[in-house]
């Protein structure tokens, strides 16, 4: 059940949310009539009625700097990827929000292989060890441990009694025109090309979001008042064939690859995520196969127009 500020204009902050998903959870939290604060580096202005602050994230001096003696009600973390980051978010926000809620990622789960969708009780961020001496900074390590990244930044918010955190664990994302991932038309141009999409021999299917609702789900959650872990994920597990068909364009040819590099959207292990825990708590979640075509043309009819 909502808690009080739903019901109220509320004083938000969010960090990052200059692109894909984050564009629209701004839209929305604007929308419904909040005082919406952006603070990102400067790379892009938000929409106009927000305020906007600049600090780099990873310098904490300059983010205390930056907010100076604001306090929110709800702060979005579109951005922490690490325990260090998550250690300087604790610090600062502790006693400036009532409400911290951390993107994090269906990569959390990397680790696990379970044909069964998997709640949020199988990783507990309580439990996962944080090096905070591990090279966090390097973007190359960093790129390749994402998963691991975001676990431990649960790690260290868990670590916090009484810090009001939540972790939207998010399923891989899916649709609009501003996709920029290039994931989808990835396999769009294999499928035109008639060059073989590389899967592993055994691949798995995995969980899915569209775009829109992934901004619904946090928009939702920050009227919220629970906390800890929650998965985000549309009903209804995606394959590798059920994405390429939805791209059509012809039939597609698959690689079976035992060692090495293979598509996005291909997996070697299953561990898609539950919805119980959200649903229970009073999101209604779509089914993937009430948005995938859609989702996928236009995403590929924005990638058409940019080559033209």
């Not at 927000?50 to 951005?79: C, P």
């Not at 868990?158 to 996709?179: C, E, I, Q």
């Amino acid at each position: 059940m909502a808690n009080d500020m739903a019901e109220k204009t509320r004083n938000v902050l969010v960090i990052g949310g200059n692109r894909y998903f984050g564009k629209r959870l701004i839209a929305r939290l604007v929308t419904a009539g909040d005082r919406v604060t952006v603070l990102n580096r400067g790379s892009s202005p938000p929409p106009p009625g927000v305020e906007h602050l600049v600090a780099d994230r990873d310098d904490e001096a300059a983010l205390e700097a930056a907010l100076g003696d604001r306090t929110f009600d709800v702060v979005l973390d579109q951005v922490c990827y690490t325990p260090r980051q998550a250690a300087a978010a604790r610090r600062v926000f502790a006693h400036r929000t009532r409400r911290y809620v951390m993107t994090s990622t269906v990569e959390v789960y990397e680790y696990e292989d379970s044909d069964q969708p998997v709640p949020e009780g199988a990783v507990e961020p309580s439990s996962v060890p944080v090096d905070l001496e591990l090279p966090w900074d390097d973007a190359e390590f960093l790129a390749s441990h994402y998963g691991e990244g975001k676990r431990q930044a649960e790690a260290v918010l868990a670590a916090a009694p009484g810090f009001p955190y939540v972790s939207v664990r998010v399923a891989h994302v899916l649709g609009g025109a501003d996709d920029f991932t290039g994931r989808v038309t990835h396999y769009a141009d294999r499928v035109r090309d008639g060059e073989p999409i590389a899967v592993p021999a055994a691949n798995h299917p995995a969980t899915y979001i569209n775009v829109d609702e992934i901004a619904d789900f946090l928009f939702w959650t920050a009227g919220q008042d629970f906390t800890g872990p929650v998965n985000a994920a549309s009903h209804g597990p995606l394959t590798t064939e059920d994405i390429v068909t939805a791209i059509g364009g012809g039939p597609a040819r698959y690689r079976a690859v035992e060692v090495g590099e293979v598509s996005p959207f291909s997996f070697r292990r299953s561990y898609g995520m539950g919805n119980t825990r959200a649903e229970q708590l009073g999101f209604a979640f779509s089914h993937t196969k009430d948005w995938l075509t859609d989702a996928v043309a236009r995403t590929l009819e924005a990638a058409a127009q940019g080559d033209n």
